[in-house]
């Protein structure tokens, strides 16, 4: 294999991942990236300057007369020059593709629209309550989590658990997963696809060669299209048949259950809101698929505190409180947030929102700004699409920053109100990503007196 012409196209974080990682099996490669200037490459020249680097415009030449692509998520195999070496016979993977090939461990796998990074994150806490050592990576952000071939340059886990998007997916053959999730589906890079139809494709390529699928009972886009050879385990916020996850009554509190047997008071639990109620089945459910004991699997959940940037509680101020959703970088995660919050608090929500629209539809949202918001305040490149979508549901004003936009809701907010940053966008418009975007809200919050 070490003869094969290998080029990995797209620097950044992954592709640095994977350099490291051929380098490890002295594997021959070189790299190829359409930015003059891509994130990691300091690094990567510091580190291979050995290893012939081309950066512009794609050579299709060049890439046609390679054995194998390594494709970074951030490049669309529709790039007409990919597609040229696709259709020559060019070998097109991912890291994804790499690491299911080389590891033997069980994977657990995540996707979805929205929520994955929760469930990835509660489901590692499980796994390490119950004495497992524990990989955790892919398309994670944060201090812990690695790319997923960065895992294999470490000493072995028992378990690995991935969060993987749908570009990830794109490129990867074959993952073969002890158990999978697709947690949702909501329109999301519509700039990447052709149509939503073309987006869930991607997603439901999680389950190519699994074990065992959990399907979202709640959103017909989580069942797989072929469910053949696979063991089916369903959550969802009903009350649960029989083998099944979900939320009963009993003495008029709610809890988490398998079956009709109550486990956990969702008042227990440490994050609010339905989608975070349904997270946690997510995880128990995927916990169950990989034979994590029950008592670990509870233990874990009432010690969760959520992740930064996700409907995250920063203070009150002035009896209005305030909420970092910098995360909701698309319309499904905000609607839920939106919905989450609205029913919680005794006023109503001011929403901060806008940035890059990514195609998305904002119509979607009226019915949850009709009942929860009283103003929104919008921001970024795409915010008059946005206004032009939400007008005949809501009041609206523009802000020029993120820091003008907090001013403007903190004047607007009475007391039992609440104040929401969840943007429904992306964020590379102002901000360097999305947590970014959520240190300057947190910040400007902090700052108010």
């Not at 002295?26 to 950066?55: C, H, M």
């Not at 996707?111 to 469930?119: D, L, M, P, Q, Y």
């Not at 895992?151 to 378990?159: A, H, I, M, T």
Request: charged content about 20%; glycine content about 8%; aromatic content about 6%.
């Amino acid at each position: 294999m070490a003869h094969l012409h290998r080029i990995i196209v797209g620097l950044g974080t992954t592709g640095l991942s994977c350099a490291r990682y051929l380098r490890s099996k002295n594997l021959a490669f070189e790299v190829i990236d359409s930015r003059q200037s891509p994130p990691g490459l300091a690094q990567f020249q510091a580190e291979f300057p050995e290893v012939a680097l081309t950066l512009g415009e794609f050579s299709q030449t060049l890439l046609c007369q390679a054995d194998e692509l390594l494709l970074s998520p951030g490049v669309s195999v529709q790039t007409p020059a990919i597609k040229a070496a696709a259709e020559a016979g060019v070998r097109i993977v991912g890291d994804i593709a790499l690491f299911s090939e080389a590891q033997e461990q069980p994977v657990v796998a995540v996707t979805g629209s929205n929520g994955k990074s929760t469930v990835v994150t509660l489901l590692a806490m499980m796994a390490r309550q119950a004495g497992l050592s524990v990989g955790l990576g892919g398309n994670l952000d944060g201090a812990e989590a690695s790319p997923a071939l960065d895992l294999l340059r470490q000493d072995p886990k028992d378990v690995y658990i991935l969060e993987l998007s749908s570009f990830q997916l794109e490129t990867t053959p074959h993952l073969a997963a002890k158990a999978a999730v697709i947690l949702n589906v909501s329109d999301d890079h519509m700039d990447r696809y052709a149509n939503k139809h073309e987006y869930e494709a991607a997603k439901q390529r999680i389950f190519l060669g699994a074990e065992n699928a959990i399907v979202n009972k709640d959103d017909a886009a989580s069942q797989p299209w072929n469910s053949q050879g696979l063991a089916i385990s369903h959550f969802g916020l009903e009350i649960p048949n029989a083998g099944e996850w979900g939320v009963v009554q009993k003495n008029e509190t709610s809890f988490l259950a398998f079956g009709n047997e109550a486990l956990l008071d969702i008042k227990s639990l440490k994050v609010a809101g339905k989608h975070n109620i349904a997270n946690a089945l997510a995880a128990l459910a995927l916990g169950e698929a990989i034979g994590l004991p029950r008592e670990a699997m509870l233990s874990a959940l009432t010690t969760f505190p959520g992740l930064p940037h996700r409907c995250q509680w920063l203070r009150r101020v002035h009896g209005v409180d305030y909420y970092n959703d910098s995360k909701g970088t698309n319309v499904g995660a905000s609607i839920v947030a939106i919905e989450s919050l609205g029913e919680l608090i005794k006023g109503k929500l001011i929403l901060i929102a806008g940035g890059v629209d990514k195609g998305a539809d904002f119509s979607i949202m009226a019915p949850v700004l009709e009942t929860f918001v009283k103003l929104a305040v919008l921001i970024g490149r795409d915010a008059k699409n946005m206004a032009a979508a939400m007008k005949n549901s809501i009041e609206i004003v523009f802000a020029n920053s993120l820091q003008e936009a907090v001013a403007i809701a903190a004047q607007n907010a009475n007391e039992g109100d609440a104040v929401l940053l969840s943007p429904a966008c992306a964020s590379f418009d102002m901000f360097n990503d999305f947590t970014h975007r959520g240190r300057v809200f947190s910040e400007t919050v902090e700052a108010l007196s």
